[in-house]
């Protein structure tokens, strides 16, 4: 049985004094869900404030990016080290938004994970088709490459994979139940195909407009074992719901 990960990934969005209003409200609410796993991944100027309160609690913290290499003139970027020394043991690679305005290659996704795994950070590693793909059904095309260029020489066990189609972030397009399971179940038979011993151990999240609307039916499919959740993440009361989604037969 694979534990739930629920992931708020708040983006460009939440000031240090925002971020401490959340987690004022949020930490009570949850302090009784013992059987997920749950993560609030801030922008990198609140990591280390959140870093400090979330210590002790049942509630991790996750950074949105890295840049691949450990040290040196790269104005602007942050590094795996810098990451770990604010607090932070987890961080999210390959995310839409990363691939299509800042033009992540899968060899550039690839980098990020070893240096990410290297210093020790856990990964959610993230893939997913685009609107035209997905009309064109190329989906597991894409799918496939991603995961096989993405998770080269990769140890494929000590991450969690997300599964975000492109067409459904920020857009309030949600993927039927039924198409989640669909992917799922085809990312976790690559994963098999690939790299066979322990893909049945790997997490499987859904991201793409998660809402408390909608995550009980998507948290029923076999193969998403979580969420990784943007808008519906940025109010305490709303990523509560998603936190506490009914636990119930899974087809």
């Known amino acids: 049985?694979?534990?739930?990960?629920?992931?708020?990934?708040?983006?460009?969005?939440?000031?240090?004094p925002e971020a401490m209003d959340f987690i004022y409200s949020f930490l009570p609410?949850?302090?009784?869900?013992?059987?997920?796993?749950?993560?609030?991944?801030?922008?990198f100027t609140a990591l280390f404030a959140l870093a400090e309160r979330l210590t002790g609690t049942n509630v991790?913290?996750?950074?949105?990016?890295?840049?691949?290499?450990?040290?040196?003139a790269f104005t602007g970027e942050v590094s795996a080290p810098m990451l770990v020394d604010a607090g932070c043991d987890c961080v999210i690679i390959g995310h839409s938004e990363r691939r299509q305005f800042f033009y992540e290659t899968d060899e550039v996704v690839n980098r990020k994970t070893k240096?990410?795994?290297?210093?020790?950070?856990?990964?959610?590693?993230?893939?997913?088709?685009?609107?035209?793909?997905?009309?064109?059904?190329?989906?597991?095309?894409?799918l496939k490459r991603q995961l096989a260029n993405g998770l080269k020489e990769v140890d494929f066990q000590k991450l969690v994979v997300a599964y975000e189609p492109v067409w459904?972030?920020?857009?309030?397009?949600?993927?039927?139940?039924e198409q989640a399971r669909e992917a799922h179940q085809f990312i976790r038979s690559t994963l098999r195909e690939?790299?066979?011993?322990?893909?049945?151990?790997?997490?499987?999240?859904?991201?793409?407009?998660v809402t408390p609307e909608n995550i009980d039916s998507l948290m029923a499919c076999a193969d998403v074992?979580?969420?990784?959740?943007?808008?519906?993440?940025?109010?305490?009361?709303?990523?509560?719901?998603i936190v506490k989604f009914k636990r119930g037969n899974t087809w």
Not at 60 to 70: C, T
Not at 225 to 241: C, I, M, P, Q, T
Request: charged residues 25%.
């Open 225 to 241: 074992d979580g969420a990784l959740v943007g808008g519906a993440g940025l109010k305490a009361d709303s990523f509560e719901r």
């Open 29 to 43: 609410a949850v302090a009784e869900v013992k059987d997920a796993d749950i993560v609030l991944a801030p922008p």
């Open 115 to 142: 240096t990410a795994l290297k210093n020790g950070l856990s990964v959610i590693f993230c893939i997913g088709e685009s609107l035209k793909e997905r009309e064109a059904g190329m989906t597991f095309e894409v």
């Open 194 to 209: 690939l790299y066979q011993d322990g893909a049945d151990s790997v997490r499987i999240l859904y991201g793409g407009s």
């Open 60 to 72: 991790g913290i996750s950074a949105q990016n890295l840049f691949y290499e450990e040290k040196g």
């Open 1 to 16: 049985m694979r534990r739930p990960f629920i992931v708020a990934n708040w983006k460009m969005n939440k000031t240090v």
């Open 168 to 177: 459904a972030i920020g857009t309030g397009r949600t993927a039927t139940p």
